[in-house]
């Protein structure tokens, strides 16, 4: 089971939204309503931001939004903030092994 | 407040053993599964195991099994990694993190530890 596929990186302006894809297959991604988005400040613990594909936990602003078509899933940051600017990874529950995989990552820059 | 704080981590030779702790506190603990996962310097994220709440069924990523084995103490609210046979590659900093229950959310995770392996 390989790792899911994300860009490397993405920029944007403050205000701007972006994007983030996460590309699985139809035995991860495609099949499973379990993509998570995860933040990572460097140095910091990761913070959940999305589950279940595109539900938010409670105190998550509700700039970010997920979603998912076929076996890619993305994480929208509408109105890009400063403090955004950390890693994201994507993880898909796969229901073989590695039970669980993660995304290659993607640091979000803030120009 | 739910609190995660790991231990254990430090410098170590290969092929020698190591055991990570994870204190919890401010929630149930044992009515949650638990994961370990880790971050190898400059690398990303990689799911190394998890444990359901009742402490049965224990999964593993491919490259530590037979040699990781994940527990739980619900009476301490502790949850441990044990590793053994360390290789250079496991070096990372390993975190621990609450399943959210479902599909496997980790909700909150702890600051990590550094375990390191080399000669």
């Known amino acids: 089971q390989s790792a899911l596929t994300q860009p490397a990186s993405v920029s944007g302006s403050p205000g701007q939204s972006i994007t983030i894809s996460c590309t699985g297959t139809s035995s991860d991604v495609g099949r499973y309503s379990s993509v998570s988005w995860y933040q990572h400040h460097t140095g910091k613990a990761p913070k959940l931001m999305v589950y279940d594909d595109n539900k938010r936990p409670s105190g998550v602003p509700n700039r970010f939004s997920g979603s998912k078509s076929g076996n890619t899933a993305s994480l929208t940051i509408s109105g890009l903030q400063p403090e955004d600017e950390a890693d994201y990874y994507c993880?898909?529950?796969?229901?073989?092994?590695?039970?669980?995989?993660f995304g290659t990552g993607t640091k979000v820059t803030v120009l | 407040q739910v609190q995660l704080v790991e231990s254990g981590g430090g410098v170590v030779q290969p092929g020698r053993s190591l055991r990570l702790s994870c204190a919890a506190s401010?929630?149930?603990?044992?009515?949650?599964?638990m994961h370990w996962v880790r971050q190898a310097p400059g690398k990303g994220l990689e799911w190394v195991a998890v444990i359901p709440y009742a402490g049965d069924n224990k999964y593993y990523t491919d490259s530590v099994k037979g040699r990781f084995s994940i527990s739980r103490d619900n009476s301490k609210n502790t949850l441990f990694l044990q590793m053994n046979s360390l290789r250079t590659e496991d070096t990372a900093v390993y975190y621990c993190?609450?399943?959210?229950?479902?599909?496997?959310?980790?909700?909150?995770w702890g600051q990590g530890t550094l375990v390191t392996v080399s000669s």
């Open positions: 401010g929630f149930t603990f044992s009515s949650y599964s």
């Open positions: 993190a609450r399943d959210r229950g479902g599909m496997g959310a980790a909700d909150y």
């Open positions: 993880c898909s529950y796969t229901g073989s092994s590695p039970l669980y995989v």
